[in-house]
């Protein structure tokens, strides 16, 4: 599984920007994507996840301005973030997973950078 994310930059306090993550390869049965972000010194952190029921979950930090979408036909996930403050600044990755009983295999995409100034 490849996946390529984009749409990071640079934005001000308030503002928004929609992340985009594709996906190719062998993406038959992927059960999660989602994204994850790093701040600089701060461990890597879950942002948000989508199943592939469509359910999905936030970090209590994003819910309420950050919203995860997937559009099937493309192969693809979004992160629409709302309402960004300067601590969301970090390196966005798209991540991807398929859980087939007790054996999960994890993909991970390049990062993004999103900085928020204050």
């Given amino acids: 599984v490849q996946l390529q994310a984009s749409g990071g930059?640079?934005?001000?306090?308030?503002?928004?920007?929609?992340?985009?993550?594709?996906?190719?390869?062998?993406?038959?049965?992927?059960?999660?994507?989602?994204?994850?972000?790093?701040?600089?010194?701060?461990?890597?952190?879950?942002?948000a996840?989508?199943?592939?029921?469509?359910?999905?979950?936030?970090?209590?930090?994003?819910k309420g301005r950050f919203t995860i979408s997937r559009d099937r036909a493309k192969n693809t996930v979004y992160l629409q973030m709302n309402s960004l403050k300067p601590e969301d600044t970090a390196v966005y990755y798209c991540y991807a997973a398929r859980t087939v009983l007790s054996r999960r295999d994890e993909y991970w995409g390049q990062g993004t950078q999103v900085t928020v100034s204050s």
């Fill in 49 to 62: 996840l989508i199943s592939s029921g469509d359910s999905s979950s936030y970090a209590d930090s994003v």
């Fill in 9 to 47: 930059g640079l934005v001000q306090a308030g503002g928004s920007l929609r992340l985009s993550c594709a996906a190719s390869g062998t993406i038959f049965g992927l059960t999660a994507l989602g994204w994850y972000r790093q701040a600089p010194g701060k461990e890597r952190e879950l942002v």
